[in-house]
């Protein structure tokens, strides 16, 4: 593997960084909620799921006392 020096290696990075397409102030904010939204979803989704599963549980550990 051939090495490059320091200084070529950071013409490479300004490169390849002028390359990158940042996200908006407005992507962002939508981008932000959405995830936060679907945390709340799969937050709630999963406590009913464990609600359930603990009266299953229970309703059938009971049955044998």
Known sequence: MARTSPIEFMRQVRQEASK??????KET???TIM?????????IFF???DHL?????T???????
């Open 20 to 25: 990158v397409t940042w996200p908006t102030r």
């Open 29 to 31: 904010t939508i981008t």
């Open 35 to 43: 995830v936060f939204l679907m945390v709340f979803i799969c937050a």
């Open 47 to 49: 406590l009913i799921v």
């Open 53 to 57: 599963l603990s009266l299953g549980v």
């Open 59 to 65: 309703l059938i550990l009971g049955m044998g006392a």
